[in-house]
């Protein structure tokens, strides 16, 4: 028989535990595996420029201006350099632990949405690392962990504002918009403003009056807009014409409508969503959750998700962790609903079970799943850990306590790390390009002109420390092969998948990259492979499709 649940204690212990084990991933990742390319790599790199020149102004990538995103994350990347010099641990664990007060936000801003439900602020935490796409975005130096953030204080700064109406609540409401918007620009504004909207749904009793909120709303948001413009003006003058058509039109015009990058379909987002909270549909106490009656400030939080949702599958170009920030609303809505009961997480215990055998079966599998790495092995012993897990899985709440309840949600994020951590000897292999790198700094000092031949995303800058930047062949207004025979004493980055044995005979250095061999060659190398494949293809008008030159040789055929 099911006990009654009875009225939970305030605590912060859940939230300690959330606390240390998120800092206990974001430490573990630093050393498993390193800065993934390609956004990881180009993100730090743009940074590095903007250290190397001393302007922080205008981003710069690889020596052009750097119009995708606002200065913020690059800022706070240099601002952590300034403290402990250039390093890669300041670098890569600097987003990653500002992202921790997301948590302690989540904290307070249940205890202001929802002051009569305890048990929602101890459990929202422990929710919101236990989801899939948080979890695995969280070691990761990405915009949308610090936008999350941001997005989180406005909320709660507004919240307080509704409730004690004290300017400093709008001042800060302000300060917090503008710092979103120096984070990703615009979409601070989307994230904001169905929650805003949704004020008569979780107005609190006594609290300012519907259009009087929304007046203070708007002052704030037009506050943070004019803060953020005393970047903006300086930025577009100094940067110029072309700086800010990139930063004032197209990147946000540009990827709402016919994407230039990520353009996927209109339903991309609602078949993934089962998979961002997982393992949350494997908890039975989930789907008790879920059919309880909701509440007006359940349903303004399911109408923010929803209207997001919404308003994100209409923009073209889409993105996993562009639903970063809606988590921690998802989490609240989904702590509020748990309910405290004596239930054994058979479903949770099974996938605990499914790592465990994954991790301890590793080298069966490797071979086959890292094709590009060569004798590829693990740490498969850490397999015992989800195994040792799955017995905390099935645990009956017997104190009905939401502090059992956070032992359940964390075992995943424990385990999936376990299996991660397992797979670190892989991942340095096949990710970690600061070898070459190093080669690229080497042949640099030399004096060497640098160039690579396939779409060049900074990569290379800060782990090599480069002082230059590399020639990207793909922007040239003559073909790369034209460039290449008028440059041969050039070195050549090329990127293929199944490269012509013959390659790793004349490449000057060469390593594994994201799946595929990444060879540093000498132009007039390159351009006698290319010319000694058109001479052995008995079809020419097969050589454009030729996954060992490209295109180029078809100009050779000719």
Not at 123 to 128: D, H, Q
Not at 428 to 434: M, S, T
Not at 496 to 525: C, K, M, S, T
Request: glycine letters at 4%; aromatic letters at 12%; one cysteine or more.
């Amino acid at each position: 028989m099911k006990m009654p649940v009875r009225q939970t204690p305030d605590s912060k212990r859940p939230l300690i535990a959330v606390l240390i084990v998120a800092a206990s991933i974001i430490v573990i990742h630093l050393f498993i595996r390193p800065i993934m390319p390609i956004d990881e790599t180009r993100y730090i790199s743009v940074a590095w420029e903007m250290w190397q020149s001393g302007n922080w102004l205008v981003p710069h990538e690889n020596g052009q201006p750097y119009a995708h995103k606002p200065p913020l994350l690059f800022w706070l990347i240099n601002l952590a350099w300034s403290v402990t010099g250039v390093h890669e641990w300041s670098a890569r664990s600097m987003i990653p632990l500002c992202s921790l007060a997301n948590f302690v936000l989540l904290y307070y801003f249940a205890k202001a949405l929802l002051p009569k439900s305890p048990k929602t602020a101890m459990l929202a935490p422990a929710v919101l690392l236990a989801s899939a796409v948080w979890l695995f975005y969280l070691p990761t130096t990405m915009f949308d962990l610090l936008l999350t953030l941001w997005v989180l204080a406005f909320c709660l700064a507004i919240v307080h504002g509704s409730q004690h109406n004290y300017w400093r609540h709008w001042l800060l409401a302000a300060v917090m918009f503008a710092a979103g918007l120096l984070t990703k620009g615009p979409v601070m504004l989307l994230y904001c403003l169905p929650f805003v909207g949704l004020y008569p749904l979780w107005r609190q009793p006594n609290s300012v009056q519907t259009r009087r909120f929304w007046g203070y709303c708007g002052s704030a948001i037009g506050l943070g807009i004019v803060l953020m413009l005393l970047w903006v003006i300086p930025a577009v003058i100094h940067g110029g014409p072309s700086y800010e058509n990139e930063l004032l039109w197209k990147q946000t015009s540009g990827r709402m409508v016919n994407s230039f990058a990520h353009a996927r379909p209109f339903y991309w987002y609602v078949l993934l969503l089962p998979l961002l909270i997982m393992p949350l549909p494997l908890l039975r106490s989930f789907w008790r959750g879920v059919r309880q009656p909701q509440s007006a400030v359940d349903r303004a939080l399911l109408l923010h998700l929803v209207s997001l949702v919404l308003v994100f599958s209409l923009i073209s170009g889409k993105q996993i962790h562009y639903m970063i920030p809606l988590m921690p609303f998802a989490a609240l809505w989904i702590a509020h609903r748990l309910p405290l009961l004596q239930l054994r997480e058979w479903y949770l215990t099974s996938l605990l079970l499914v790592l465990a055998a994954t991790t301890l079966s590793m080298p069966m599998w490797l071979p086959y799943a890292f094709k590009s790495v060569t004798a590829p092995h693990s740490w498969y012993g850490l397999g015992l850990i989800p195994l040792a897990l799955a017995s905390l899985a099935l645990m009956r709440n017997r104190q009905h306590s939401a502090a059992t309840l956070t032992v359940q949600l964390l075992l995943l994020p424990i385990a999936l790390t376990a299996t991660l951590s397992a797979l670190t000897p892989v991942l340095q292999h096949a990710y970690n390009i600061e070898p070459i790198a190093k080669s690229l700094a080497h042949y640099q000092h030399q004096g060497k002109t640098l160039v690579s031949w396939n779409r060049y995303h900074n990569q290379f800058g800060f782990y090599g420390r480069l002082q230059q930047p590399l020639i990207d062949l793909t922007e040239q207004t003559q073909s790369r092969l034209q460039w290449a025979e008028s440059h041969p004493n050039s070195l050549v980055l090329v990127t293929e998948r199944h490269p012509n044995p013959r390659w790793f005979d004349v490449a000057l250095e060469h390593q594994v990259y994201r799946g595929r061999q990444l060879f540093i060659v000498r132009a007039a190398d390159l351009v006698d492979e290319m010319r000694q494949l058109v001479a052995n293809t008995s079809a020419p008008t097969n050589v454009a499709t030729s996954p060992y030159c490209h295109k180029d040789c078809l100009t050779l055929a000719e």
